[in-house]
């Protein structure tokens, strides 16, 4: 079978470090850190004090007052980025066929926050009557931020929701390459959003002891492959992409940021949280996205790594690519941007693919910020270049992307610069 090829027409984002693309990359590269303390919520009896919060965000600036009661603060994420990726594209939906276009944005939690409250105001009442608001279910739904997508654009072709822990937009770009190369649609918007800084999500993440507890220092508390890493930053935020077969963009005369070449999905089989100590399943799906782009592992520039700032994660992940890549692990790039962003969970692989693409048209790799030590115990030859603390500047032809969920979940792309 003759696949079709798959190119990336637009990006958008709203995230913790700017609110449009060109603000993101611009604090990117400027190693802003988006972490301070919480102010969505009382965090005072909390072990964790502080996130990665989206900042100078009034959902009335972009939505009627009548509608923001009826969308979970995740849902108004992903529309504002979705706007911009569709403005960014140029795409004239008067003169496509928009039943051949689809949508699929990804969560890996929902509506958690407007569960949170409508339940927590159904305890907290006296006569405990169900006074539930009745968009309350449709506020919850994982699905229900692209199923907004779709009605706003008019966009009749396939529309879901993709949930894999931290690995869901990653598995729905994937999802939506895969559609558009065998002919089911023409284009797909396609990214992940999550708003999960509420008191259930600190709260349960810092029982797990997954989240960083770094609370006199939350500016630098993400630090991803440092020595004194001791966990993650809750982020918050969404990335969008528009996917295009290539001929529909060529004709349309749409600018085209990247080719996607390759995508692979695989699972660790070992633990419901915790990364195989080898990287196993993350070395099986960073080895088959490269053959699935007919690439080899010389053929990568940068690596947008997961790096979450965990310790057993980076380490298994650094034990991956050392075995992906061997000899060339040492000359390539990689960094996490999760050490500005934080990690934004199932909207991670979207925006990290939206960082991928900014830093293969720039040909600057932004970097890992918050480095002051080694890790003594990582148990590889630390040659490797991490990109501590400063954007680098070098040629990127081929972008790799990764992107880990609890339930063992794995996830990796792979973008290429566009040639005709």
Same mark, same amino acid.
């Given at each position: 079978m003759?696949?079709?090829?798959? &190119?990336v027409?637009?990006?958008?984002?709203?995230?913790?470090?700017?609110?449009?693309?060109?603000?993101?990359?611009?604090n990117?590269?400027?190693?802003?850190?988006?972490?301070?303390p919480?102010?969505?919520?009382d965090?005072?009896?909390?072990?964790?004090?502080?996130?990665?919060?989206?900042?100078?965000f009034?959902?009335?600036?972009?939505?009627?007052?009548?509608?923001?009661?009826?969308?979970?603060?995740?849902?108004?994420f992903?529309?504002?980025?979705?706007?911009?990726?569709l403005?960014?594209?140029?795409?004239?939906f008067d003169?496509?066929?928009?039943?051949?276009?689809?949508?699929?944005?990804?969560?890996?939690?929902?509506?958690?926050?407007a569960?949170?409250?409508?339940?927590?105001?159904?305890y907290?009442?006296?006569?405990?009557?169900?006074?539930?608001?009745?968009?309350?279910?449709?506020?919850?739904?994982?699905?229900?931020?692209?199923?907004?997508?779709?009605?706003?654009?008019g966009?009749?072709?396939?529309?879901f929701?993709? &949930?894999?822990?931290?690995a869901?937009s990653?598995?729905?770009i994937?999802?939506?390459?895969?559609?558009?190369?065998?002919?089911?649609?023409?284009?797909m918007?396609v990214?992940?959003?999550?708003?999960?800084?509420?008191?259930?999500?600190i709260?349960?993440f810092?029982?797990?002891?997954?989240l960083?507890t770094?609370?006199?220092?939350?500016?630098?508390?993400?630090?991803?492959?440092?020595?004194?890493r001791d966990?993650?930053?809750m982020g918050e935020g969404?990335?969008?992409?528009?996917?295009?077969?290539?001929e529909h963009a060529v004709?349309?005369?749409?600018k085209?940021?990247?080719?996607?070449?390759?995508?692979a999905?695989s699972?660790?089989?070992?633990?419901?949280?915790?990364?195989?100590?080898?990287?196993?399943?993350?070395?099986?799906?960073?080895?088959?996205?490269?053959?699935?782009?007919?690439?080899?592992?010389?053929?990568?520039?940068?690596?947008?790594a997961h790096g979450?700032?965990?310790?057993?994660?980076?380490l298994?992940?650094?034990?991956?690519?050392?075995?992906?890549?061997g000899?060339?692990?040492?000359?390539?790039?990689?960094?996490?941007?999760?050490?500005?962003?934080?990690?934004?969970l199932?909207?991670?692989?979207?925006?990290?693919?939206?960082?991928?693409i900014?830093?293969?048209?720039?040909?600057?790799?932004?970097p890992?910020i918050?480095?002051?030590?080694?890790?003594?115990d990582?148990?590889?030859?630390?040659?490797?270049?991490f990109?501590?603390?400063?954007?680098?500047?070098?040629?990127i032809? &081929?972008v790799?992307?990764?992107?880990?969920?609890?339930g063992?979940?794995?996830?990796?792309?792979?973008?290429?610069?566009y040639?005709e």
């Amino acid at each position: 079978m003759s696949f079709k090829r798959v &190119v990336v027409t637009g990006l958008g984002s709203i995230t913790p470090i700017g609110n449009t693309v060109a603000e993101m990359w611009q604090n990117l590269l400027a190693g802003v850190s988006g972490a301070g303390p919480i102010s969505h919520f009382d965090h005072s009896k909390h072990k964790v004090h502080f996130a990665c919060e989206v900042k100078n965000f009034n959902p009335a600036d972009h939505f009627e007052k009548k509608e923001i009661r009826k969308l979970d603060p995740s849902v108004q994420f992903a529309r504002v980025a979705a706007r911009e990726c569709l403005a960014d594209s140029g795409i004239d939906f008067d003169s496509v066929d928009k039943s051949n276009i689809g949508v699929i944005i990804a969560s890996g939690i929902g509506g958690l926050a407007a569960f949170e409250d409508e339940v927590g105001y159904y305890y907290a009442s006296e006569d405990r009557i169900p006074k539930f608001n009745p968009y309350f279910i449709p506020k919850v739904l994982g699905n229900i931020a692209s199923g907004h997508v779709s009605i706003e654009f008019g966009l009749k072709g396939p529309n879901f929701g993709v &949930v894999s822990a931290c690995a869901s937009s990653a598995n729905a770009i994937g999802t939506a390459y895969d559609m558009i190369r065998i002919g089911r649609a023409n284009a797909m918007v396609v990214g992940g959003t999550e708003a999960a800084i509420t008191p259930g999500s600190i709260g349960g993440f810092s029982v797990m002891r997954a989240l960083s507890t770094n609370n006199n220092e939350p500016e630098t508390a993400s630090r991803p492959f440092s020595g004194s890493r001791d966990g993650f930053v809750m982020g918050e935020g969404a990335g969008c992409l528009l996917l295009e077969e290539l001929e529909h963009a060529v004709k349309r005369g749409a600018k085209i940021y990247a080719e996607l070449v390759g995508y692979a999905a695989s699972s660790d089989a070992y633990h419901i949280t915790a990364t195989h100590p080898d990287g196993d399943g993350a070395y099986m799906v960073m080895l088959n996205a490269l053959n699935d782009a007919g690439l080899k592992p010389t053929d990568v520039d940068y690596i947008n790594a997961h790096g979450t700032s965990t310790p057993i994660g980076d380490l298994s992940e650094i034990k991956a690519i050392r075995k992906v890549f061997g000899e060339h692990a040492f000359n390539l790039n990689i960094s996490s941007t999760k050490s500005m962003t934080g990690h934004l969970l199932g909207a991670a692989g979207a925006l990290e693919s939206v960082i991928s693409i900014k830093s293969m048209e720039n040909n600057i790799v932004p970097p890992t910020i918050h480095h002051r030590e080694d890790d003594i115990d990582l148990n590889i030859d630390y040659r490797m270049n991490f990109t501590f603390n400063t954007p680098q500047k070098r040629k990127i032809d &081929v972008v790799m992307s990764n992107s880990f969920g609890f339930g063992g979940q794995n996830a990796c792309l792979v973008f290429k610069r566009y040639a005709e």
